[in-house]
Structure formats: C-alpha cells, structure tokens
C-alpha cells in the first residue's frame, strides 16, 4: 500500500477512515440483525469467510456460526463503543460496552476490549473480543 498525500490525507489515512467506518457499522449491524435479515446479511459481509473468532479464551473460523448462536441464547442487545485505534501492529482496537436480555429473560451489562484485524479489501480477518466486566456484585447472586 502506498503512502502518497492526496488533498491533504496519506492513501493509509484514506485506508484506515474506511475501515473505522466499517468497524462502526459492525457494532450497529451486530445490534440490528437479531430481527433484520438484511443486516444479518451486511454483517456477514464485513467478515472473510475464514475470519478468525477469538473470544472466551477459543479460537473459531468464521463469523456466521458465532452471531447465530449468540442469538439463540440472547433476546435483545445494545452496544456502546469508544473511537476505534489503529495500533502499531495495524490492528484497530475499542472498548465497548453491552447491555442485553438473555433468552430467559435476564437483563445483563458487559464490558470489554475488541481488537480487529482488517485485510486490503475492507473485510475483517480476525476478531478478538474480550470481556473486562468483574463480577463486582457476585456475593448478592444466589
């Protein structure tokens, strides 16, 4: 990838605008295909079909297996998400927070750190999701 100045942005800067934008979407996307066909669709789309999916401490391959079971044990979800970061090391990081309903009907607030990795055709090619939420109240669940 070259790194020539254009009207005042670097082909990188161009590069890495466009990918935060497609990072952003990922995070309302995830929120919207619980009940949007289409968005499900987009969403796979932002992903190889060899992404890989760590998360929990386990490495999968592929994004759709992950999304359809998050959602067989998830009635409802939000996300909120701080800027996306390029690191050093070309990956984009942000932390994030997530309120939901479980499939049972409990209510739950998370927290944690996604690290992407995006290859030059704007799709994602590995995802790292991890949670950060203590369990603070654990003493007060039965």
């Not at 497609?22 to 295909?33: G, I, K, P, T, V």
């Not at 796979?44 to 079909?49: D, G, M």
């Not at 067989?72 to 690191?87: F, G, P, R, S, T």
């Amino acid at each position: 990838m070259s790194n020539t100045t254009t009207a005042g942005n670097t082909t990188n800067d161009q590069h890495t605008d466009k990918n935060i934008t497609m990072l952003n979407n990922y995070f309302r996307l995830y929120d919207a295909s619980r009940t949007d066909d289409r968005a499900m669709h987009d969403l796979l789309s932002l992903f190889t079909q060899d992404a890989e999916i760590v998360s929990g401490g386990r490495s999968r391959t592929g994004f759709e297996v992950v999304i359809k079971t998050f959602y067989e044990h998830n009635k409802d979800i939000k996300h909120m998400w701080d800027a996306w970061v390029l690191q050093p090391d070309g990956s984009y990081l942000t932390n994030w927070a997530v309120c939901g309903q479980a499939a049972d009907g409990t209510v739950y607030a998370k927290a944690g750190i996604d690290i992407m990795r995006v290859n030059d055709m704007g799709q994602i090619t590995y995802l790292k999701n991890v949670q950060t939420t203590e369990e603070e109240y654990s003493e007060f669940n039965s």
